[in-house]
């Protein structure tokens, strides 16, 4: 137990626990592992992918372990530069020999161990602590025996004393350097343990010998506790400034202004705390991670320099608090400790409204009211950041903590500033992941992330693409070939006949089973050796097309139309539109047309794709049409969002489109229409039957149709732009139904354009003009012909055959048997609709 100088109790072997650490880093933390730093943890994690690449015993050794500290940024690779030794060379040569460690349980050689307990003796003498990579090393050298010590003096580090040195003047310019060992001192190992530095004189030893040995590696209380100025501090913030300086933070691209703009209001004399104003995901964070880094490479003015950038986690500094009095006393704590640094911390508050209300109860003050007093004096200094929503319901409420920061408002950034971002972002995420990301994967992830995902920001949703489609590619490359899954399921099937075998007393067919299963074996080592080489010379590649299969998943929009030059699709939008519409190329073409002028940015980018009034006599392809149109634009007929207008005849129904007002009977319900484009913003929006919907309905669409955009109830905007809407209409059908008798042509009846004429004047009467202005286009119908109505059944009989495909039975159907079809199912009323139940009939 950590604290108090509490220990591993009763002798626990600390080795043990780490490679039972090392192999099961998912079963909580183990307190010889926090005794590490994190840059030492990371050095023996990567000794064992060394070991695993240089031997076949899974044994980690000293020259692992020195291969694990040089091939990574830390103070002992550092210390190691500083010293004169040839850490570039050292590192070349450990990095062709690490190999993937699977599942073997690895374990220290004795010449390891006993530089690992040098390494905690070096940890106490020096007064750190915790271990770090710089004690290991020193571990390393003071062992004598080991390779590691042969490969250190071969690149010209064999003076253990010189290292000391080094170290010791590293570790004081960070501000690390200790005292020394507390009470309770003691050696390593010696009889009866003796403790490591325990604070409050705790301890017996860490050491494997004597009586009374196993105590402990003193935690955080009495003495050691003590050496930190800012205790309080250190429980509820985390430094940015020496995650900063550990390699820890994502290097920030594209926000030098608003960086620039921060540090302007930190050096002000008064109102110098900057609040980040902005949408989720565009950057206000790194904007605080980009300043900690600016610090640490003295890239800030004077007044800055040495300056630590402490993030404020709100909920460690609520937990625990459980009685009345507890929260105020932390919060004054922690007030005090940024007022005695003198102003060498800056308190970054990630989520700034969070702290107004934090910890208040009933009687109680909250963080922000104890903050107020000392902001207005200037004897802190706090960088916020919220969103614009939350900023104004929280922060500008409170007006006397409002005008204690000036606000920085920060922007999505534009598409070209988005690509610049994850182009700094691609090593972390090659390295992470073990891919190769391509240029145009980058570029993919952020044009079609900025096109499909509407209602998130730049460049937040680029990076998750990006992220989850590597992740995608690279599980998808540890998938074993054909070959070694195919010898994998021959030695199965080959273990059970040999079981087989044995069972029955049939020794010698079992000998020669065994026989083969040795060769299979050797073959699938051979096999494996190759695939793990193949996967490690040559990364796999995030492509264009992974992109598009994420975002596949995400927005329903199929791979193929992201993938595919919108151009080319584009052109062949009538011909697919003409396969299944018969008989309205007019229509088509409208509307084939409206789509290309859309895509091309002739339209207002505001407004909808394409809004139509599709006017015509029942069963003529309307609704049809509309299918189709969902079906090849965005992938499947199930995009077509339909609203049934006839379900809005009362004034009332107008909120089911957009949801209750606030006070009404089921107002956390989501409106019909607005959820269901906020689910899916790419799709077709049918509404039925206009005519019969109450006038206050299109009120509310006039805002759809001019600006592609509805406020719901709870005051979300949902986003019509990438949407094509369709209504349909009833009005003046009478007109059209008597153009053309069924076998006759226009010719033969009264004028098709006058009849158009008339019913565009119906459609006139019933609607007020603000509202069919915003209309792109009004389509007429036409009425169907007898040789439209012999291609419909054409149709609906090649679907009638798919259907009856998996019960292995077609029909075929005569030319005569067609034409008998067409007479019977077909009346000029109701369109083809009666087609259908003809051919059921018949």
Known sequence: MIGGGGGFAGGGNPFEMLHNLIQQQSQGPSNFFEALTSEAREAV?????????MTRTAAIGTDHLLAGIVTGDNLGTEALRRAGADVDGMRSSFSESRGEPGDRVYTFTPSAKHALQLAFTAARQMGSGQVGSEHLLLGLLGEGDGNACQIL???GANDAEALRREIARLLQQRGQMGPGAAAGGGGFGGPGGGGFGGPGGGGGGFGPGGPGGGGGFGGPGGQQASQSRTPTLDQVTRDLTEAARNGELDPVMGRAEEIARVVRILSRRTKNNPVLIGEPGVGKTAIAEGLAQRIVSDEVPETLKGKRVLALDTGALVAGTRFRGDFEERMSQMIKELQSEEKDIILFIDEL???VGAGGADGAVNASNMLKPALARGELQVVGATTLDEYRKHVEKDAALERRFQPVLVSEPAVDEAVGILFGLRDRYEAHHRVHISDDAIIAAVQLGDRYITDRFLPDKAIDLLDEAAAEVRLRSTVPPV????IEEEIAGLEREKEDAVRAEDYEKAAGIKQRIEQLRAELD???????????SNAPEVTREDI???????TGVPATNIVQ??????????AVLHERVIGQDKAVSAVAEAVRRARAGIKDPNRPVGSFIFLGPTGVGKTELARTLAEYLFGEEEAMIRIDMSEFQERHTVSRLVGAPPGYVGYDEAGQLTEAVRRRPYSVVLFDEIEKAHPDVFNTMLQLLDDGRLTDAQGRTVNFQNTVIIMTSNVGSQHLVSTRQFGFTSQ?????????RRATDALERSFRPEFLNRIDEIIVFEPLTKEDVLRIVGIMLKRLNKHLESQKVSVEVTDAAKEFLAEQGYDPKFGARPLARAIRRY
């Open 45 to 53: 994690m990567r000794s064992r992918e060394v070991s695993a690449g």
């Open 153 to 155: 003096a071969r690149n």
């Open 353 to 355: 409204h969070t702290i």
């Open 483 to 486: 070959d070694v899954r195919r």
């Open 526 to 536: 051979q096999q494996q050796q190759g695939w793990a080489g193949a996967r490690e």
């Open 548 to 554: 598009a299969r994420i975002l596949e998943e995400w």
């Open 565 to 574: 030059e919108e151009a080319e699709r584009l052109l062949n939008l009538e």
């Open 748 to 756: 033969d009846g009264v004028d098709f354009q006058e009849t158009e």
